[in-house]
């Protein structure tokens, strides 16, 4: 844990440079637009500690896997985000002098990630071993507006020396990716370009055949005005630049001005690649910084506008959440359905930028709740468009008929992950992905969904489902054999409950969507039963027979769900009693001991009561919560939100709290020592959620806003806005009340505590907590 | 499977080249003594497929481990049997042209591999693309005598020419491992020397530091006398050479011996390692080709006596166990403690040469039952050097109070191993080396082994076993969570049978091994609990309280004991409902389907069985046999011979000689397709088992030999022999009779078809087999 960062409501400020937490401020104060993401490297060369990251969304090479020993079924590669081309590069030279903050004095430096506008900012003075003394401020963003560009301002003023100071803006094509299992290569030139203050590079991934063309025009203001410059093009293998020599005066200012693009051939035809890059930066440096950098505010005032979540009294709760709600858009914007989730999102390789199924269980509802349904909709689509290679993949593993499973870790549809215990087992993440058509409609009442794309993916997975399930003639039911839930400290368990219960579900749910369906639409029901030979009668009474005799251990003594079968064979005891300096379990445990040791990475059957919560009475989950919650050892950042929302759900106030703590400032206080590796994206989404829906109480069911809000005891105010359907609403709690506000023209049906009410359009309604009156306020 | 060698009794031989099966038969004609084993490959270039082996026993190198998901508790390295410098090569010019039998026509060749004398020879005519013809003659041996040396006779006779032939006998120690993870060279260069007809190198392995010295001398014979030649030096970056020209007439026969000798710094001072090689190099050169050769056949011979087994009527059954007998006697000899059974010995370098529990559950009979009983000890012995580390590696899993987890694969005590669900959980190999500390001192009477090693490996091991057992308050039974039995085709299941009931017998043997050594030697078992804080009164009683207390699973319906608990929630089917082409399974399976299915590698129950087959009556044994045998895939080289075994008990004659077919030709016919990467040495020792055990019906019990012997219906007679204590016994079954032989002065107790008889020194009697009298022989 380390607190280096300034608590800010609206920055994330480094105050002196923190040279040995160079990488962690790095992963912190990544930009990014949902196209392409940047690290919070430097501009200049810096020869000290630094994890340089460019990623372009959709761009990635498969790494050959490494695999101790191969299991039949492993793959052969592991799809991940490339680092890309270096685009925000710029060498400074005073004289015969580096800039380079590693190699000279550094003083007054702060680096700022303006999160309100949307901007990193960073200043400082450089004391050369000369003695020359140099101010610098640098700011940059990546366009939300302009979503494949980037632009930088980059002042330099000399303060107590006149100089010849040369500047080199490059794009460089020699990045590695620190994660390559190989150390191998992944970009191949194509071809470069170089112009007055301008520059261009094309380079090609090898083996996928990705072309990105990055390119920068340049330019150059002096005393606030624009100058022109000689400009030297320096063209070596896969590094482009332009070198100028500009006479400084000491107190006079000088700005370079560096425009940036990234084009993907995933966007653009490969031939016309580096035409359209040229006109791209023609374009964005015909609208210029100052604009831009108005067009970006103004874009995420917008963001703000419907995602910003509140809280008064702590400064650091409202950092933490707000750093959240930023990054989760920085990542995904929703345009496009072929992007998705990485767990680092765009501030790290960790993990392989992979989509995992994070993005169903903690990303959905947050787009769901904060964004048009579009989003969420290109999430979903996004599975459905790698059904094929679902079924492909399930196919390999011996399943057949169009059953479908979902890969573990991918980037195109294909597995990536190669560990038998995780990439065959871990398959609940099939039950998520149908979840989240099960979550979308809800939400959204979109049912066009079901009929077009839905019920095609819960056929392939229940048809899955199906055939994972065996009879045990022992038990004269159903069994599921060789599963991981999502507590992965147990492997290859039998009947995991949430696993059982995740794909009965889902059976049921299949039954139902197959009756909706052919309601709402029979002949593109009947096309799809054609097209994926759908046996109706069938295949519906096997599913039917399933969901009645699935095994699913239950403890009869203690009234509660068991985890698996032979949970009770297992030691238990509270994770309290784990000596001092052995956790996080797996730094000092070896694997067998925790695998057979009762604790719990995070807790399968909580998770599964937090999805499907109406199927239990309160006390049966407050049962499980108080068997499961003490065993928990939390050492997945997925875990911890799942139990603040339960917690509050018990009225466990203060236990919320606490996990909510576990979360809030994961990365912002490098909390598991890995910052410097990227952020905890898809965690992030958790935090949102054991705010909204733990503090808040926020559900939605039977096309009502349920709301149950309370504010932790040290808030003097929490306040959070949801988008549903054509509503948008704010929900603000205080410790005396609750006001509810409706920014929208269109009425909204909440249930407040339990009572139904109507929050018609551009109207506000304040609740008082105590006595549970509901009083009108005048708008 | 292959069969393009020929069958013949005491003979392995190639006719004709088989270029592409080149590697398999290096594999099985490799020669070894003990000490150093070499493949079958050529003298002369060869540039055609090759996998160049010369091994030196106990030098190994630790090659960094690859993983793809690292483990706590994973070890760094997996510890290598070395490929050491090529000490049998001689490179042969005719004028311009190369002797490679890849590029040019080979005729009239013949690669034998003569088990009855210990040597391998060569011939064939080499027809070069010039025309000349030249007929070549190899041979060589690895001396059991001077059995750190190797000699080879390699003659050359010019069919069609007169010409200078240059030859170039050279040691080489620019050799690499194919198996090599990241393709690492091992071997650094100390020193080198050469002088008129000798050379060598000394070289020193990598991070463990042993130096090997390989020597040679040479000799050159011509007409049938041996001359005076000119000889260049040549010294290289590890190559050393003597080149020498020789005037050769069509017709005359050239004729190089070399004598060749690997020492290492195992056995001798480093700093006079070359100095020794010199010494032992002149030694056995002034003893010449032929009388080493000499000594050899009467070494063989001498080995042959004590435990050839003999097949009438079948050449390849014949062949097949003599080829069994031949390697395991060429890959120990039992006269050096730090030695042990590579699974490939001296044949390859797969599975790094090192020792598994195989030594202790396959090979161990073999040695008792046919070697002097020091040769068993030495076995025994290696396992309590490395107690330590034993030790050392359970704690570093967690395990305290001198528990003892022996590795699953080792060179010198520390784990290779790591796949976490073999490495952590495949523990029943700790049991394996418990149970070879009982049946040696049953074989043996030597009970002295007990009190002064023995018991102190057998506490080490029970602390083990009651640690990793835990209590479960739910079935108020001690259960052991986390398990991979024999059978590796279920991995981290709960409660294996076998396991379970290998560490509850150990606990019981623990018990009463303590209780006779109190008796045998009262000080020595105070002194031991004093050195290892054994608390006797506890421990006991622990051990005790599990044994009566621990769970085995068992099905009250079937009468059979459980693989696992969960073995019935399973879908049960026989083996031979697997469609065709699936199998093996591992190849065409993924790991998942493999591990939820019922088919089974290797049959835990049936081991157990095996081990500790008078626990059961007649009964149990047929219903266990009779469940699992048909769901048995056989898919591990160590499984048939258990079953044959069992199935000569069970009087099924037709399933055990399947079962004993399935091994006995294992590598002779490529059975696997897998010879080329060595031979199955560990499951030539289940062969032997399947004949002495299983056909033989050979057993010790209460200190006499138990025979129940019977002869396969196609064989006319199948003969073994057997050291009993002082005695050697030769046991001859037919169809009619059964005719034992006491080649010894001790007299023996025997039990032969369940009537006891003693059977004089030097003496026969025969038994008929349908009479069941017994007629004594005239001597």
Known sequence: ??????????????????????????????????????????????????????????????????????????????????????????????????????????????????????????????????????????????????????????????????????????????????????????????????????????????????????????EIEQDGIRIDFQSQPIRQEKYVANRMTLDCREGQETVLYKYAVNLSSLNYDRDHLMAEARKYIQRITGKGFDRMLMEQRQAWADQWKTNDITIEGDAAAQQGIRFCIFQLNQTYSGEDERLNIGPKGFTGEKYGGSTYWDTEAYCLPFYLATADPKVSRNLLLYRYRHLEKAIENARKLGFKAGAALYPMVTMNGEECHNEWEITFEEIHRNGAIAYAIYDYVRYTGDESYLVDYGLEVLIAISRFWSQRVNWSEARQQYVMLGVTGPNEYENNVNNNWYTSYLAAWTLRYTVEAVGRVKQLNPDKFNELCDRIHFREEKEIATARHIVEHIYLPYDENRRVFLQQESFLDKELMPASEIPKGQRPLNQHWSWDRILRSCFIKQADVLQGIYFFEDDFDQDTIRRNFDFYEPMTVHESSLSPCVHAVLASKLGLEEKAYEMYLRTARLDLDDYNNDTEDGCHITSMAGTWLAVVKGFGGFRIRDDQVILNPSCPKNWASLAFKIRFRNALLEVKVTQSEVTLQNFSDQSAPIVLFGQPLTLAGKSRKTVNRKTDSVAPDPA
């Open 1 to 218: 844990m380390k607190q280096y960062l300034k608590h800010d409501p609206w920055l994330i400020i480094e105050e002196d440079f923190h040279r040995n937490y160079n990488e962690i401020t790095e992963s912190v104060m990544s930009l990014g637009n949902g196209r392409m993401g940047q690290r919070g490297n430097f501009e200049e060369n810096f020869s000290g500690k630094t994890l340089q990251g460019n990623y372009v969304a959709g761009v990635y090479y498969p790494d050959k896997t490494r695999v101790g020993w191969w299991k039949n079924g492993y793959p052969e590669y592991f799809a991940k985000v490339l680092n890309a081309a270096n685009w925000i590069g710029i060498q400074v030279f005073i004289e015969y002098e580096t800039l380079d903050l590693q190699t000279c004095e550094v003083r007054d430096f702060r680096r700022v990630l303006n999160m309100q506008e949307g901007y990193l900012e960073r200043s400082f003075v450089a004391i050369l071993k000369s003695g020359k003394q140099l101010r610098v401020n640098a700011k940059r963003f990546c366009s939300l507006v302009d979503d494949e560009a980037g632009a930088i301002r980059y002042s330099l003023t000399p303060l107590n020396f006149d100089a010849k100071i040369t500047l080199e803006p490059y794009i460089d094509g020699t990045i590695r990716n620190r994660d390559s299992n190989y150390d191998e290569t992944f970009w191949d030139e194509v071809r470069k370009e170089t112009a007055y203050g301008e520059a261009y590079i094309e380079l090609r991934t090898r083996k996928t055949g990705f072309h990105v063309c990055t390119g920068m025009g340049v």
